[in-house]
């Protein structure tokens, strides 16, 4: 008798989480599971790279009624007579206006608001597993019947007092909390040092030969430029400093060097990053692209990868652009040991603008060193499908 797996994420958007769990699913034996995935938000890019046995499931009631217009919401709620999911979602709207409020505060906002009108899953399964922080997370707690739960943990995750305490009754209820890295695990049991003897640590799965062949396929880009091409990944969000990367951009101008730098992405800050990019005059030298369904054309034409992040619980980009052979450029955030080797496969520089510029111009001017990481990266070790056994023996041991 098969396995049933429940997996619940936010959407599937091209993020580290959304790739690392396509890459999760694509390897899984099927023979041996019946898996089924739950969104809080569904269209998302990545849904097309979906394997075809997962059964993605429908979206929650408030999800449908949240993602109507106003207007038809109001029809709605009158034609059912029933105003609850109403007066949620404008009490939700009103109380996320007041101030800004970052992911984890909103994640609480949005769950103590929202839980009273999210239906429970009827369905028993096996294994259910919370692929990300905040609403997933609690979502799966307490709405999901399952024999076992897990909790991933894929990002630095440092909460105010308010949000331990909200949070920790939630992962009171998982058997085992998973980070995706040991730095991760770190910071996490900073907050929740309760939880030691339930962490584990299982890196998400890089396929190197998927990787390898999506980047021979589809577009890339499509200007004449003859120059330095620098590449960034990630959401416009402060977590990945893009304040930090356009300040490094306006250095590079500054001091003659003839690049263009790309960013791939979408999110809360575009309009900001947008002004700040005509703010300093670089609208011809960092180019915003959106968000590409298949960015590894992108980084496989790219001279150098640039991660500005302030954190990260791995840093999936890096290891995508290390599995193409491009020199990273990166900060010095938590979790950026887990995989780079300062001056052999990149560049670890502080987490300013005048680190980042200097770090790529230390890779352009010092041809030795240039050569010596790019030789370093052609031999390095190549993704870690095998990692999908550490996976299988995850769901064997729990419990026993």
Not at 12 to 35: H, M, Q, R, T
């Amino acid at each position: 008798m098969k396995t049933r797996i429940l997996f619940v994420i936010d959407s599937l958007d091209c993020a580290g989480a959304e790739k690392s769990l396509i890459s999760l699913l694509s390897l899984l034996d099927y023979n041996k599971f019946e898996v089924y995935l739950k969104m809080f938000a569904y269209g998302g890019m990545l849904e097309n790279s979906l394997p075809e046995q997962v059964n993605l499931l429908e979206p929650l009631s408030y999800t449908k009624f949240a993602n109507l217009s106003i207007k038809k919401a109001i029809e709605y709620s009158f034609k059912k007579r029933d105003y609850n999911m109403l007066f949620t979602r404008l009490k939700y709207s009103l109380a996320i206006r007041k101030k800004q409020y970052n992911n984890e505060q909103n994640s609480r906002i949005f769950w103590k608001l929202t839980k009273g009108v999210i239906e429970e899953d009827p369905t028993l399964y096996d294994i259910a597993i919370s692929y990300a922080q905040g609403v997933p997370t609690f979502y799966v707690a307490e709405k999901i019947n399952a024999k076992r739960k897990f909790a991933w943990v894929n990002n630095s995750y440092r909460l105010d007092e308010i949000d331990q305490i909200f949070q920790r009754k939630f992962y009171d209820q998982y058997e085992k909390i998973i980070a995706v890295s040991d730095s991760a695990k770190t910071i996490f049991l900073e907050t929740f040092p309760m939880y030691t003897k339930r962490m584990e640590v299982l890196y998400d799965i890089n396929n190197y030969a998927l990787i390898s062949s999506l980047s021979e396929l589809g577009e890339g880009y499509d200007d004449d430029f003859d120059g330095l091409r620098i590449l960034t990944i990630g959401r416009f969000h402060y977590q990945k400093g893009y304040d930090i990367a356009i300040a490094a951009c306006k250095k590079l101008k500054e001091k003659g060097v003839k690049f263009r730098w790309y960013a791939l992405g979408k999110g809360p800050l575009e309009l900001e990053i947008k002004k700040l990019i005509q703010h300093n005059g670089l609208t011809n030298e960092f180019r915003l692209l959106g968000v590409k369904a298949n960015p590894y054309p992108y980084i496989k034409n790219a001279d150098i990868y640039v991660q500005t992040s302030r954190y990260e619980g791995f840093g999936l980009a890096i290891a995508e652009a290390r599995m193409l052979n491009i020199p990273v450029v990166t900060t010095k955030f938590d979790a950026v040991f887990n995989q780079m080797v300062d001056q052999k496969n990149g560049l670890v520089v502080e987490m300013n603008p005048d680190g980042i510029s200097n770090g790529i111009i230390q890779f352009i001017e010092n041809k030795d060193l240039n050569r010596r990481i790019k030789r370093y990266l052609t031999l390095e070790k190549k993704g870690n499908v095998e990692d999908i056994e550490k996976f299988y023996q995850l769901l064997q041991n729990v419990g026993e």
